[in-house]
């Protein structure tokens, strides 16, 4: 959606949303989940490592926009990818959930709890705005 169709749609002057938010274009899914977003990005992670890729401690999401409350997106993701018995959990932030993801992951690696861990984040914030 450009930022003209979102002026159009709420009324407001042409180039405002743009000329105050610097974003000329919106991307909404249709069917997609951030489960399906976040398991597809790892994915994409992983095939340039090929047999390299080993298996990470720990799933962490990092998501402002969580796909539902129980369970946590991280699992939702862990369960796309076919991954069993990895322990996952969610830091939901708002804007700041990777941030405060990688002090978390980097306290656990720290502490000597894990040693590898995968931080995804997936939003899909579009399928909750209700325009009219």
Not at 25 to 42: C, D, F, M, N, P
Not at 71 to 94: R, S, Y
Request: hydrophobic letters at 50%; aromatic letters at 6%.
């Amino acid at each position: 959606m450009t930022a003209e169709e979102i002026d159009a749609l709420l009324s407001i002057t042409p180039g405002w949303t743009e000329r105050h938010t610097g974003v000329a274009r919106r991307h909404y899914v249709s069917t997609e989940t951030s489960a399906q977003l976040g398991a597809a990005a790892i994915r994409d992670m992983i095939e340039p490592l090929g047999a390299s890729f080993t298996m990470p401690d720990l799933l962490l999401g990092a998501s402002g926009t969580p796909q539902q409350p129980i369970p946590c997106n991280a699992a939702l993701i862990a369960a796309e990818l076919g991954w069993h018995g990895i322990p996952c959990f969610d830091v939901n932030a708002t804007c700041l959930s990777f941030v405060v993801a990688l002090q978390v992951a980097s306290g656990l690696i720290a502490a000597g709890h894990v040693s590898r861990i995968v931080i995804v984040c997936a939003e899909v914030a579009s399928k909750g705005l209700h325009w009219i």
